[in-house]
Nanobody, 127 residues
Framework: QVTLVESGGGLVQAGGSLRLSCAASERTFNSYTMGWFRQAPGKEREFVAA????????YYADSVKGRFTISRDNAKNTVYLQMNSLKPEDSAVYLC????????????????????WGQGTQVTVSS
């Protein structure tokens, strides 16, 4: 049984910041690549950011590059997404995901490659 517990979502004005957290259950197997995705009503699930196990490689969608930062604390089995300079277009349900094996870098953005998913946390950015 593997679970991912997310927190940190909420309502913020444009230009503000939020930090999302995703904690993996102690029962989780090795978490290699971890990623954040988002999905807005009526839209496809969109890749946001991903990070490898050691945390020395990160990859971001062009739409969030320079504004969002992904990081992880393996001692806490937790991945974070620091979101700055938020825009209304960032409003969505944000989901974290993890893979039981390291993903090729070209596959970081492909949701089908991840093994476990959280329920998601709502982020709403007002204009």
């Amino acid at each position: 049984q593997v679970t991912l517990v997310e927190s940190g979502g909420g309502l913020v004005q444009a230009g503000g910041s939020l930090r999302l957290s995703c904690a993996a259950s102690e029962r989780t197997f090795n978490s290699y690549t971890m990623g954040w995705f988002r999905q807005a009503p009526g839209k496809e699930r969109e890749f946001v950011a991903a990070i490898n196990w050691s945390g020395d490689y990160t990859y971001y969608a062009d739409s969030v590059k320079g504004r969002f930062t992904i990081s992880r604390d393996n001692a806490k089995n937790t991945v974070y997404l620091q979101m700055n300079s938020l825009k209304p277009e960032d409003s969505a349900v944000y989901l974290c995901a993890t893979a039981d094996s390291p993903l090729p870098r070209r596959g970081y953005s492909e949701s089908r490659r991840y093994d476990y998913w959280g329920q998601g946390t709502q982020v709403t950015v007002s204009s």
